[in-house]
Nanobody, 122 residues
Framework: QVQLVESGGGLVQAGGSLRLSCAAS????????MGWFRQAPGKEREFVAV????????YYADSVKGRFTISREYGKNTVYLQMNSLKPEDTAVYYC???????????????WGQGTQVTVSS
């Protein structure tokens, strides 16, 4: 069974850091792009970052650019999101997702994790 499992969320003060992890199980995930999304209460799920299957290409939402870093090891099924200089507006449930294509549209992400809560206090 295909599974994506996020971990690393928690409560942190503004200006602090967290690192999220997403572990994928199932065949072929090392060849898929891996992305992070987030959703705050009452808001739509929004794109955060994506990394290609090779780990060589990354893309970030403007809201997190310069503060967050997505990474993966080549050929492995785990992706990370290092979050620095966290702001209260970063508070959301963070989801990892897998796509066959780098820079895929939202509907191009076929598999999703259950989410991990990130809460940033001011």
């Amino acid at each position: 069974q295909v599974q994506l499992v996020e971990s690393g969320g928690g409560l942190v003060q503004a200006g602090g850091s967290l690192r999220l992890s997403c572990a994928a199980s199932g065949r072929g995930f090392s060849m898929y792009a891996m992305g992070w999304f987030r959703q705050a209460p009452g808001k739509e799920r929004e794109f955060v970052a994506v990394v290609s299957w090779s780990g060589r290409d990354t893309y970030y939402a403007d809201s997190v650019k310069g503060r967050f870093t997505i990474s993966r090891e080549y050929g492995k099924n785990t992706v990370y999101l290092q979050m620095n200089s966290l702001k209260p507006e970063d508070t959301a449930v963070y989801y990892c997702a897998s796509s066959r294509y780098y820079r895929a549209d939202y509907d191009g992400y076929n598999y999703w994790g259950q989410g991990t809560q990130v809460t940033v206090s001011s």
